[in-house]
DNA sequence: ATCGTTATATTGGAATCCAATATACATCAA
DNA sequence: TTGATGTATATTGGATTCCAATATAACGAT
């Protein structure tokens, strides 16, 4: 990022996912600037962009405060992640055989093995990954970039809601969509995704997680700092 | 929309709509701000909302630009958008024969008169249109605004390349894809959307037209300073 | 004509200032 | 005590001014 903004929007982005900053938090202009060693101005920008993004709610002369999802934006969002997904399974179709489907199924694979490992933390991040992989596999930059968008919003959701998952459920899920693109059984994939993300979202609202205690602004943001490449 | 930089944002994205400013065109802060009556921090902000949303480019120390898309960048966005009306025609199939669905039916009716009869404004608007109204029977906001965005970006071919197409074909196209959603062939119909979309693709790489001399910024934006509701 | 140098203009950003307004607080009435 | 009202304060939205970095243009030398 060449702008001092999007490295701002960059770092709170990364705040927000690793869910330091969680749904409701005010983000004060004042604060941050001080907190992250640039002016107001730069500060704004980059909340105008998070707020482009969805990631942030701007009101006005009240000021930004991390976005909160309500039911009907959360299913919505699901859906259109769904429609994504779906697409891009049809557009994967051609991929079939090349190093990134042998690379992706490896992937999905490993994730396999943490889940029934238990190892919840290696199988969640592998899972999340799986669904990036699938949309990078249709080779558009664009789907791939509203992915992402609609990716990022959907954190919002893991820093209110505590889920449930059956990790070995989901990763079998993943395994049988590779195998169903491959053996070109395009429609039944794409039930499946929509299966998929439908169980995915119905975990989440099984249970409401205790309220986690926010964090001091100055505080959330500190380890997203120091900018790695 | 509540802020000034918003209010900026929307006139100058219906400058770029209404192709007064085409791909390329240079948007100087200092320039804009004069004519338009607000700070230069007001302009960039605009600019950075619309950097967000693809109809600007900005190049760090050069400036803001109206965006080019390439080739690829093209076909990507419309495939983008074939993705999502085929996710938008598998949830429309629930909303046959509601209000909604008899009013789209009507409109893409209109157009094939419009069509036939040569009215080539009209029907150009009304298959615009078309597109818009079948994602949004779907009823998510979201793949409606992902959409939305979509056909802005595209917006900027029509100020580069000039494009013959036939209407009557793509009028009676889009009866023919209400007819298979109606009959509930949702594979066909959207076949057909992502052949309809192939059409017009190629439609406007037939022939470039000629280069349209860009206008000054200030009579470009003149006709959008009135903000209407 | 080509290359290097200088001059100029523009951007990116900081600091300061101010009006509008939302929130908090205090005061007062029931 | 509780509710309503008015005041104080803090924050935002924006304007203005200032400055460094840098891209572009103008210019001159070879």
Redesign the interface.
């Known amino acids: 990022m ?2 001092r ?1 999007g490295e701002i929007a960059t770092i709170l982005t990364r705040a927000i996912m690793g869910q330091r900053l969680t749904p409701g938090a005010k983000l004060g202009e004042r604060e941050l600037a001080e907190a992250l060693g640039v002016s107001r ?1 730069v500060v ?2 980059a909340l ?2 998070m707020a ?2 969805g990631l942030v709610t ?1 009101e ?1 002369n009240r000021g930004a405060f991390v976005s909160r999802l309500s039911l009907q ?1 959360t299913l ?2 699901y ?2 992640m ?3 997904e ?3 399974a ?2 994967a179709v051609t991929r079939v055989g090349t190093t990134a489907w042998a690379a992706i199924r490896r992937q999905a694979e490993l994730q396999r093995q943490a889940a029934h490992d238990s190892n919840h933390g290696l199988s969640d991040h592998l899972g999340i990954g799986f669904h990036f992989d699938l949309v990078r596999l249709a080779g ?4 791939e970039d ?1 992915h992402a968008q ?1 990716t990022r919003r959907v954190t919002l959701l893991h820093s209110i809601y505590r889920s449930e998952f059956d990790q070995c459920a989901l990763a079998d899920d993943h395994l049988r969509i590779l195998d169903l693109i491959e053996k070109r059984q395009l ?1 039944k994939a794409q039930d499946l995704i929509a299966e998929h993300n439908r169980v995915i979202v119905k975990g989440f609202f099984l249970e409401e997680s205790e309220a986690k205690r926010p964090l001091p602004l100055a505080e959330a943001i500190a380890p997203f700092l120091a900018t790695p490449a």
């Open positions: 060449s702008s903004s101005i704004r920008q105008i962009r482009e993004d701007i006005r934006e919505q969002i859906e259109a769904t429609v994504i779906q697409g891009a049809a557009l558009n930059r664009v789907l509203m609609l429609k």
